[in-house]
């Protein structure tokens, strides 16, 4: 249960040291540093989506030949589903924009752009408890040094992206305590949407398959909506891509050492 606890709060952690680059940076973040670290979370998340999601989502299947690449797909497209109903229903603002998505709601742009994060969190959360619930579960190819893995990787991955939300919200002209409290918040909703995730694995084990999959989904829709258009858009696209490629190597690393 100790291990659980850390587990699922690791990646939380990551995000609050990210949201703390508030206090030690005078100025907003630089083009160029954002483009890095856009591009070096989109890389971990895919990285872990397809390494620690939908590789142990269709062993899982393997006695079932063929359609064992089924539940994987099935779970990746209702994933990727979820996230577009989700991004459609909440307002919410993203980072460098001014028009607002989703319904509309008449919410300050500081509580849209804390949506728009939250958003991105709720899958890497879902990623991390369902890993979890499948060591738990005992199934094969997700051991609990994996699991780990895979939090850590999310946290290393929520260190940047803190940044990413505290410091933005500084320039739009909150206090520095109130940008970090802000940033730190938009990553609790990972360890609530784990729990979530594992209470309902638990009851139905089956289904374990295409919850890993449902994950990844959620997860490449974040990173194929928001994080790489933010990326690739304007000068320095380059750094992005070096950045991705940085991200998804280390991520590979992480989950093949302590898987």
Do not use: C
């Not at 924009?97 to 919410?107: F, I, Q, S, V, Y």
């Not at 005992?138 to 991955?157: C, E, F, P, R, Y």
């Not at 410091?167 to 938009?186: H, I, V």
């Amino acid at each position: 249960m100790t291990i659980l606890a850390v587990g699922l709060l690791i990646p939380l952690l990551g995000t609050m040291l990210g949201s703390s680059f508030v206090f030690l940076m005078m100025e907003e973040m630089s083009v160029r540093l954002q483009k890095s670290l856009l591009g070096f979370a989109s890389g971990v998340m895919v990285a872990a989506s397809v390494w620690s999601l939908l590789i142990p989502a269709m062993e899982m299947e393997a006695h079932r030949g063929v359609w064992s690449v089924l539940p994987a797909s099935v779970g990746f497209l209702l994933g990727i589903a979820f996230l577009l109903l989700i991004d459609e229903l909440t307002p919410h603002l993203h980072i460098g924009t001014d028009k607002p998505e989703g319904l509309r709601a008449h919410l300050s742009r500081t509580a849209m752009l804390a949506l728009a994060v939250t958003i991105h969190n709720l899958p890497e959360g879902m990623a991390v408890g369902v890993v979890f619930a499948g060591a738990d579960q005992g199934a094969a190819n997700i051991s609990l040094d994996s699991a780990i893995a895979v939090s850590v990787g999310i946290a290393i991955q929520n260190i940047p992206e803190g940044a990413i939300i505290s410091m933005p919200m500084r320039a739009a002209g909150n206090s520095r305590g109130k940008s970090f409290l802000l940033g730190t918040l938009s990553g609790v909703v990972e360890p609530i949407g784990a729990l979530a995730v594992i209470l309902l694995a638990s009851m139905l084990l089956p289904a374990l398959p295409y919850l890993l999959a449902f994950a990844a989904g959620a997860m490449f829709y974040v990173v194929v909506e928001e994080l790489i258009p933010e990326a690739s858009n304007g000068q320095h696209s380059n750094l992005s891509t070096i950045g991705f490629a940085i991200g998804f190597v280390l991520m590979m690393v992480l989950d093949v050492v302590m898987g």
